[in-house]
């Protein structure tokens, strides 16, 4: 079984910025895709990033692009999200997600059934 939780949320002001990260435990290998998600109020979960499993495929989601940046550590098993210049519409509870498939483009990573393990998320609001 594979643990992740997420942390590093909170309430910024708009245009700030934030790290998230995402610990692993378990029984996982190497050889899986990791990615960031998110529900904002009363919206439906989306994909915000994903890396595969060595890090030589990342996508973000077009509205991020550019103000994101996710990475990872294989060793400690972790996934970090850096999030700049924050705005209102960023507001959501972030999620992490693992995929033990070896799934390296962007129509696999962004499909949220393709991931078998869930963080429990945290909390980011951006205030205006």
């Known amino acids: 079984q594979v643990q992740l939780v997420e942390s590093g949320g909170g309430l910024v002001q708009a245009g700030g910025s934030l790290i998230l990260s995402c610990a692993g435990s378990?029984?996982?290998?190497?050889?899986?895709?990791l990615a960031w998600f998110r529900q904002g109020p009363g919206k439906e979960r989306e994909f915000v990033a994903g890396?595969?499993?060595?890090?030589?495929?990342?996508y973000y989601a077009d509205c991020v692009q550019d103000r994101f940046t996710i990475s990872r550590d294989n060793v400690k098993k972790m996934t970090s999200l850096q999030l700049n210049s924050l705005k209102a519409e960023d507001t959501a509870v972030y999620y992490c997600?693992?995929?033990?498939?070896?799934?390296?483009?962007?129509?696999?990573?962004?499909?949220?059934?393709?991931?078998?393990?869930w963080g429990p998320g945290t909390q980011v609001t951006v205030s205006s």
């Open positions: 378990g029984r996982t290998g190497t050889s899986y895709t």
């Open positions: 890396m595969n499993w060595s890090g030589s495929n990342t």
């Open positions: 997600a693992l995929d033990l498939s070896l799934s390296s483009t962007r129509a696999t990573m962004s499909l949220e059934g393709n991931y078998h393990f």
